[in-house]
């Protein structure tokens, strides 16, 4: 099983999610469609620029036979 951890950026998790996406030969249409998702969201996610619902990761990650691990980061001025 594939696992996501540690993203520390939206542009890493972008890249990473459609590595994943692309090593399962998957279309973002058939990834989205059984996320129950648009594909748009899956798009921008790729593209490092979307946001998605902690319910709607989970679901992307089942569609992809994924582990997603939330890791809290802090921002430090």
Same mark, same amino acid.
Do not use: P, W, Y
């Given at each position: 099983?594939?696992?996501?951890? %540690?993203?520390?950026?939206? *542009?890493?998790? &972008?890249?990473?999610? /459609? *590595?994943? /996406?692309? +090593? !399962?030969?998957?279309? !973002? +249409?058939?990834? =989205?469609? *059984? =996320? @129950?998702? &648009? /594909? @748009?969201?899956?798009?921008?996610? +790729?593209? &490092?620029? @979307?946001?998605?619902? $902690?319910?709607?990761?989970?679901?992307?990650?089942? =569609? $992809? %036979?994924?582990?997603? +691990? $939330?890791? *809290?980061? #802090?921002? #430090?001025?």
């Amino acid at each position: 099983m594939l696992t996501i951890v %540690s993203i520390s950026d939206a *542009a890493e998790f &972008g890249r990473r999610l /459609r *590595a994943v /996406r692309k +090593e !399962q030969r998957l279309s !973002q +249409e058939a990834v =989205a469609m *059984a =996320a @129950g998702v &648009g /594909r @748009g969201v899956l798009q921008k996610l +790729e593209e &490092g620029r @979307g946001t998605v619902t $902690l319910d709607s990761l989970i679901r992307i990650a089942r =569609a $992809l %036979s994924c582990d997603v +691990e $939330l890791v *809290a980061r #802090h921002n #430090h001025q």
